[in-house]
Each structure stands twice: as C-alpha cells, then as structure tokens.
C-alpha cells in the first residue's frame, strides 16, 4: 500500500498557474502509475493526468482532453514525489484535487486507483 499526501493547492485568478505535490511512501513508487484526478461538488471524480513507467528509464504521460497543453504531469522517483504544474487555471478547474497510485499501466478508471491522497482544494477565480 502506497501513502499519499497533497499540497500546493489554493486561490487564484483565471489565467493563474498553481503546482501541487504529492509526497508518496512505499517501496514500489517507481514501477506505479501515478495519477491526478479531481472531483467539482456535486460531480463525479475525474481523470485529470497520469504518468506511467514504459521502462526503467521511460515514463509515459496520459492527459485528460480538457487539460491537455495546460498541465504537465512529472514525478521525481528519488523523491518519492509526482507533481502537476497547472497552467492558464480556468473557474471550471475549480476543484478537489487528488493523487492515487495504481498498479496498472497506463490507467485512467478510478477503479485501478488503489491508493489515494486526501485532496487538496483547487478554487479558480474569473
């Protein structure tokens, strides 16, 4: 079982950019999908990027359409620490974001999400 714990959420203005960390604990970091999802009240939860190990030395990043160009997803395995750098935040980004970690490959259903963070909150002005 893989611990997670966001941060780097918060307030800003339509157009802004915010990062958020998650800081993962287990030993099988490095060979798990990593991913972020959100969720708007009343929504359901939703793929936003994943980052998953082709090789021990490639990884593959997989968006969501609505995100695509706007967020990139990294992980530094060393760290034990997957990132997602949000840019040009629009209000409909407005939401709870959270980390989870997956077995599979290259994964987007909730379902294959074993592990998950607590969420951090996203709230985008216009």
């Known amino acids: 079982q893989v611990q997670l714990v966001e941060s780097g959420g918060g307030l800003v203005q339509a157009g802004g950019s915010l990062r958020l960390t998650c800081a993962a604990s287990?030993?099988?970091?490095?060979?798990?999908?990593m991913g972020w999802f959100r969720q708007a009240p009343g929504k359901e939860r939703d793929f936003v990027a994943a980052?998953?190990?082709?090789?021990?030395?490639?990884?593959?990043?997989d968006y969501a359409d609505t995100v695509k160009d706007r967020f990139t997803i990294s992980r530094d395995n060393a760290k034990n620490t997957v990132y997602l750098e949000m840019n040009n935040l629009q209000p409909e980004d407005t939401a709870v974001y959270y980390c989870?970690?997956?077995?599979?490959?290259?994964?987007?259903?909730?379902?294959?999400?074993?592990?998950w963070g607590q969420g951090t909150q996203v709230t985008v002005s216009s």
């Open positions: 980052i998953s190990r082709r090789n021990p030395f490639t990884y593959y990043a």
């Open positions: 287990g030993r099988t970091f490095s060979s798990n999908t």
């Open positions: 989870a970690s997956a077995a599979q490959f290259r994964s987007r259903a909730v379902a294959d999400f074993g592990s």
